[in-house]
């Protein structure tokens, strides 16, 4: 019983060896001599070692979940004109002034002693009351009133795509930031509505936005602690849906000159966990879409109005405005500390699917010395330049020009390194390099080993084809027989 057993595992054996598609089994089994077996299987074991090992490299690569960043630049016919929000370092004008402001102004920054802007709040004068007479102060409507205009005054002159008459004050959108009033040029919104985003047809500069602007220099209150030490603008170019972070980013420029602003759009799209660190399901309560400058505005609004129950003018929100007192005994302390990392981070991940906007800038002095006389000439005939001095135009002009340099863009899309079908193509390339096998293969082996086990359970097992094997086919010949000669003997009977 149990050399019959054996002898049938030897046959499953070689048939196995025979039939199969695993390459190097049949030559293994074929050898008579010993030195060639030897050979035969040093070679199978080596193969399946380092087949073994490299199937486990990329699995163990895949675990990784590493990420691969395709770069590409598309060729359009137009593009979307980026919003352009511009910032004047005064932020308050003189005339409008008045002595009890100013007055206010002085005591407000001798009792906060601190510039939100910067990092140097004194902790240790912190629960001092105001005075009587700022005890009600608030930037909001102080800001609107007193800060920084495009009017008239301002926008000397303004051009979209070399059209006159295209461009005045009612194209720019007024937005709070910690220059106090700054103006937005094709935020995309009017008011409470949408308009429609501008597009540039045409590459260079005149084809996009070209201003002129008055910073006038004769309103600065620099002399006042409220102020910049700087003379000129600060201009952001940016996506409308993201709230510009002008403090942090932009360009500044100065008086006299021509400032060519080239635009490059970059478009990013990134992955979620585990494979990139975006998060699609995030949501911002004050602006449409998630962006990473919103994400942290809000942020430190919302870390305000949970510890001090107000907000900064700056901030978006419904919480009404800090008083002096909750601005300095707790508004600067919560940015100090989200600032200077003390405290949990605002956990902004990137957005899934932005865009950027890479500017170069250069510039040229404004006007010519040639031009200068012209120019003002043509003041002194309206009878303007009586009251200005020659230097007016280099102090105070800035001619800006904002424009796509070309009508493309660049695109960075993150990808899986390695896709499961990557992985897949990678574990049967390796099986069928080092052992010639494949699924089929993988089948074949699995039925031997269930043949095998199955020997110990039953006394056939039929093959994939449906052919039985040498030892079934002889117990199926004896049956055969034995129904042959049953059959004979009823006949005879």
Same mark, same amino acid.
């Given at each position: 019983?149990?050399?019959?057993?054996?002898?049938?595992?030897?046959?499953?054996?070689?048939?196995?060896?025979?039939?199969?598609?695993?390459? @190097? =089994?049949?030559?293994?089994?074929?050898?008579?001599?010993?030195?060639?077996?030897?050979?035969?299987?040093?070679?199978?074991?080596?193969?399946?070692?380092?087949?073994?090992?490299?199937?486990?490299?990329?699995?163990?690569?895949? !675990?990784?979940?590493?990420?691969?960043?395709?770069?590409?630049?598309?060729?359009?016919?137009?593009?979307?004109?980026?919003?352009?929000?511009?910032?004047? #370092?005064?932020?308050?004008?003189?005339?409008?002034?008045?002595?009890?402001?100013?007055?206010?102004?002085?005591?407000?920054?001798?009792?906060?002693?601190?510039?939100?802007?910067?990092?140097?709040?004194?902790?240790?004068? @912190?629960?001092?009351?105001?005075?009587?007479?700022?005890?009600?102060?608030?930037?909001?409507?102080?800001?609107?009133?007193?800060?920084? +205009?495009?009017?008239?005054?301002?926008?000397?002159?303004?051009?979209?795509?070399?059209?006159?008459?295209?461009?005045?004050?009612?194209?720019?959108?007024?937005?709070?930031?910690?220059?106090?009033?700054?103006?937005?040029?094709? &935020?995309?919104?009017?008011?409470?509505?949408?308009?429609?985003?501008?597009?540039?047809?045409?590459?260079?500069?005149?084809?996009?936005?070209?201003?002129?602007?008055?910073?006038?220099?004769?309103?600065?209150?620099?002399? $006042?602690?409220?102020?910049?030490? %700087?003379?000129?603008?600060?201009?952001?170019?940016?996506?409308?849906?993201?709230?510009?972070?002008?403090?942090?980013?932009? &360009?500044?420029?100065?008086?006299?000159?021509?400032?060519?602003?080239?635009?490059?759009?970059?478009?990013?799209?990134? $992955?979620?966990?585990?494979?990139?660190?975006?998060?699609?399901?995030?949501?911002?309560?004050?602006?449409?879409?998630?962006?990473?400058?919103?994400?942290?505005?809000?942020?430190?609004?919302?870390?305000?109005?949970?510890?001090?129950?107000?907000?900064?003018?700056?901030?978006?929100?419904?919480?009404?405005?800090?008083?002096?007192? +909750?601005?300095?005994?707790?508004?600067?302390?919560?940015?100090?500390?989200?600032?200077?990392?003390?405290?949990?981070?605002?956990?902004?991940?990137?957005?899934?699917?932005?865009?950027?906007?890479?500017?170069?800038?250069?510039?040229?002095? $404004?006007?010519?010395?040639?031009?200068?006389? %012209?120019? /003002?000439?043509?003041?002194?005939?309206?009878?303007?330049?009586?009251?200005?001095?020659?230097?007016?135009?280099?102090? *105070? /002009?800035? !001619? $800006?020009? =904002?424009?796509?340099?070309?009508? *493309?863009?660049?695109?960075?899309?993150?990808?899986?390194?390695?896709?499961?079908?990557?992985?897949?193509?990678?574990? @049967?390339?390796?099986?069928?390099?080092?052992?010639?096998?494949? #699924?089929?293969?993988?089948? %074949?082996?699995?039925?031997?080993? @269930?043949?095998?086990?199955?020997? /110990?359970?039953?006394?056939?097992?039929?093959?994939?084809?449906?052919?039985?094997?040498? %030892?079934?086919?002889?117990? =199926?010949?004896?049956?055969?027989?034995? +129904?042959?000669?049953?059959?004979?003997?009823?006949?005879?009977?």
């Amino acid at each position: 019983m149990t050399g019959s057993a054996s002898g049938k595992t030897t046959d499953l054996d070689r048939e196995f060896a025979a039939n199969t598609s695993l390459h @190097g =089994v049949a030559r293994f089994f074929d050898s008579t001599r010993l030195p060639v077996r030897l050979l035969w299987l040093s070679i199978l074991l080596g193969c399946l070692g380092v087949c073994v090992w490299q199937i486990t490299d990329r699995f163990q690569r895949y !675990l990784l979940h590493e990420a691969t960043t395709a770069v590409s630049v598309e060729y359009v016919g137009d593009l979307d004109f980026p919003a352009v929000t511009i910032c004047n #370092f005064n932020r308050y004008r003189k005339s409008a002034l008045t002595e009890a402001d100013v007055a206010k102004l002085r005591a407000y920054q001798r009792y906060i002693d601190y510039d939100y802007d910067f990092y140097d709040y004194d902790s240790s004068v @912190g629960g001092t009351p105001p005075p009587d007479d700022i005890s009600d102060f608030r930037f909001t409507n102080f800001t609107l009133r007193t800060g920084f +205009q495009m009017d008239e005054d301002t926008l000397l002159g303004c051009l979209w795509q070399s059209n006159r008459n295209s461009c005045t004050a009612k194209n720019f959108t007024h937005v709070f930031t910690p220059f106090g009033n700054c103006w937005t040029f094709n &935020s995309g919104e009017d008011g409470e509505k949408d308009v429609p985003i501008l597009k540039q047809t045409q590459p260079g500069s005149n084809n996009g936005l070209v201003m002129t602007i008055d910073i006038l220099q004769r309103e600065y209150t620099q002399h $006042l602690q409220s102020g910049y030490v %700087e003379a000129g603008l600060k201009i952001l170019v940016h996506d409308q849906k993201t709230p510009p972070p002008i403090d942090s980013e932009g &360009s500044a420029i100065a008086p006299g000159v021509h400032a060519f602003v080239g635009v490059r759009k970059i478009e990013y799209s990134n $992955l979620e966990p585990p494979w990139g660190k975006c998060d699609k399901s995030r949501r911002l309560t004050y602006y449409d879409k998630y962006t990473l400058s919103g994400c942290v505005i809000e942020c430190r609004a919302r870390k305000i109005d949970e510890e001090c129950k107000c907000r900064l003018f700056s901030h978006p929100g419904n919480a009404v405005e800090c008083t002096p007192t +909750q601005v300095k005994d707790c508004a600067i302390p919560v940015i100090v500390k989200l600032r200077s990392g003390e405290r949990a981070g605002c956990g902004c991940p990137l957005p899934c699917n932005y865009s950027e906007f890479r500017t170069s800038l250069s510039m040229a002095t $404004l006007p010519s010395n040639n031009l200068r006389d %012209e120019i /003002w000439e043509e003041l002194r005939q309206e009878g303007i330049n009586d009251t200005l001095p020659e230097t007016y135009i280099r102090d *105070n /002009w800035i !001619l $800006l020009d =904002v424009y796509y340099e070309t009508l *493309n863009y660049e695109k960075y899309v993150q990808s899986e390194a390695i896709t499961p079908s990557a992985l897949i193509s990678d574990i @049967g390339g390796q099986l069928g390099l080092f052992l010639g096998a494949s #699924f089929i293969t993988v089948t %074949e082996v699995l039925h031997y080993l @269930g043949c095998k086990a199955g020997r /110990w359970m039953t006394t056939t097992c039929i093959k994939v084809d449906g052919k039985p094997t040498h %030892e079934s086919a002889k117990e =199926v010949v004896m049956e055969e027989g034995q +129904q042959t000669s049953g059959s004979k003997d009823s006949t005879l009977t």
